[in-house]
């Protein structure tokens, strides 16, 4: 951050306290929502693993956890006319990270609030989208349902004073900047047509070439390549922690580089043909007011009594004829015992390593190896829209710049009603290692009160809204202590023999994004709709 742009927000900060102290605002109700954390720590702290089931369940297949991936394995269960299992969720409701709440009787996202437009390695993707409607052929294309794909404008930067289309900053930058984003753009461009960065990256080859990337943090790989630029390193750091939850100096220089070259590449301002100063918006993406809950929501419809919610999985365990697998019932504070033939795991890695018994080496390997990056996702709403600076019009996606959070979302930016009216807006906010938070992120998470992240929350975005403390009337958030994998220097080889496809050990089945290194929709559904058709 220029030192322009620090005095900026900070001064924006100190404003807003200072108005709060001469006249105070209308309180604003709020606190956590959405995850409940001591559930987990229950199982984390190993207090239910004394309790004796009292009762016995039998089913074919369990599968344990009901995020994308296992939501996924129970599609590719049912579609291999399978219909014989339980699936196990620790919350009250399925989809993990990519699950969605109401605030004031307005849908939002509780984490994953988009999904871009698959290409041909992501065919079961592609297929799911086909099942529900979103895509279909016409005269022998592909064409997606317009209603679902992201209105325009999609995003814009609050940068040096005003909003501007699109988040690469532009405005007022010198040519020496715009030298390297043209620099930039021709790595990357070279490296797609070198290697394949595909998603799900169960579907790569791992080269001597991707693997010497893997080995090397992603600004180490910028300073050898000379990429010294403060807007463009800004920019690639956001992408980082957009995707990854932590700083670039965390990352793999394979995964600042996947990040583009695995999907849109990198679009250096004037390649889009449309001016020299324009900047293309990222490729087609699908969302919905509600985030990727509307997918999850639609994946766990079918499901009925199968799904079990609020279930504390303590142990599993593979016996010489089947499966055991030991889970807390919240609603009856009684441990049931399941006995199956077979168990999809599809649970976050560290906790799969914690309550499988005799942990494969597989499972014990990656559990080693994997960082995970806490997030805050901050739903707040507004009684009425908010007033805006000069510059681009309102997006979907509105960041500012030099900022710990990585800006909001419009949960009404979808609705075809321009009517100017309340909404919610979605601020999110990774907690991983970088230069904005320390190592313990995951401390500061739980300890910190939800009123000191409204605060945060509140100065930061009354840089570009001034007005935004007077409109909001409540501010609910949801706190995920382990929110995704961080693809770290090194990570990617060590997963290589998982990245071969299914995941499996005997008569236990792995799924679940942490197996790709990073939290993606479609490397968890890939993962768990693999693992569904392997046990079928």
Not at 64 to 70: D, E, K, M, Q, R
Not at 171 to 181: I, P
Not at 484 to 504: D, E, K, Y
């Amino acid at each position: 951050m220029q030192r322009r742009d620090f005095l900026g927000v900070a001064g924006a900060a100190s404003a807003l306290a200072l108005a709060g102290c001469e006249a105070p605002l209308t309180p604003i109700d709020g606190g956590f929502t959405g995850i409940d954390v001591a559930r987990g720590h229950a199982m984390r702290d190993g207090a239910l693993k004394s309790q004796a089931p009292i009762t016995m369940k039998r089913t074919r297949v369990v599968i344990a956890g009901g995020g994308v991936a296992g939501l996924a394995a129970a599609r590719a269960l049912r579609l291999s006319g399978i219909e014989d299992f339980a699936l196990l969720e620790l919350e009250d409701t399925p989809g993990g990270n990519a699950r969605s709440g109401i605030v004031n009787g307005i849908a939002c996202p509780l984490g994953a609030h988009y999904l871009p437009v698959p290409n041909d390695d992501a065919r079961e993707v592609q297929d799911l989208l086909e099942e529900l409607g979103l895509r279909r052929r016409v005269s022998g294309r592909w064409e997606y349902d317009e209603r679902h794909l992201c209105h325009s404008p999609q995003e814009r930067l609050f940068f040096r004073g005003e909003w501007q289309d699109g988040l690469l900053p532009m405005h007022d930058v010198g040519e020496s900047t715009h030298a390297q984003y043209r620099k930039f753009a021709q790595r990357v461009d070279a490296l797609q047509h070198a290697e394949h960065f595909a998603i799900p990256t169960l579907k790569v080859a791992l080269t001597p070439e991707l693997l010497a990337l893997d080995a090397l943090p992603f600004e180490r790989w910028l300073d050898s390549e000379g990429f010294s630029d403060a807007q463009l390193r800004w920019y690639l750091d956001y992408c980082c922690r957009d995707d990854y939850g932590a700083g670039m100096e965390q990352v793999s220089a394979w995964a600042g580089i996947h990040y583009f070259a695995s999907r849109h590449g990198f679009h250096a301002p004037g390649s889009s043909g449309s001016g020299a100063d324009s900047t293309p918006e990222r490729d087609g993406v699908l969302t919905w007011p509600e985030g990727n809950g509307w997918l999850t929501q639609r994946l766990a419809a079918p499901l009925g009594d199968r799904l079990r919610t609020g279930q504390v999985v303590t142990r599993i365990a593979e016996l010489r004829g089947g499966v055991e697998v030991d889970a807390w019932d919240a609603a009856s504070k009684s441990m049931v015992r399941w006995q199956a033939e077979r168990c999809i795991v599809a649970l976050p890695v560290f906790i799969a390593a914690r309550v499988v018994e005799n942990a494969p080496a597989v499972l014990a390997n990656a559990a080693r190896h994997l960082r995970y990056a806490p997030w805050l996702v901050a739903n707040v709403h507004l009684r009425g829209p908010l007033a805006d600076r000069s510059g681009a019009a309102p997006s979907w996606d509105n960041v500012v710049f030099g900022t710990r959070g990585l800006g909001y979302v419009d949960a009404r930016h979808q609705d075809l009603d321009p009517t100017p009216r309340g909404t919610v807006i979605s601020w999110y906010r990774p907690l991983g290692p970088s230069r904005y938070d320390a190592a313990d992120g995951r401390r500061v998470l739980l300890e910190r009160p939800w009123t000191a992240w409204r605060d945060e929350l509140l100065a930061e975005l009354s840089v570009p809204h001034p007005d935004l403390p007077a409109l909001a009337t409540r501010i609910e958030i949801t706190r995920y202590g382990h929110a995704m994998a961080i693809p770290t220097p090194g990570l990617l080889a060590q997963m290589g023999a998982a990245n071969g496809g299914r995941v499996a050990a005997g008569r236990l089945s792995f799924a679940h994004a942490d197996w790709s290194g990073y939290s993606i929709f479609e490397e968890a559904f890939t993962r768990g709709h693999v693992a569904g058709m392997g046990v079928a």
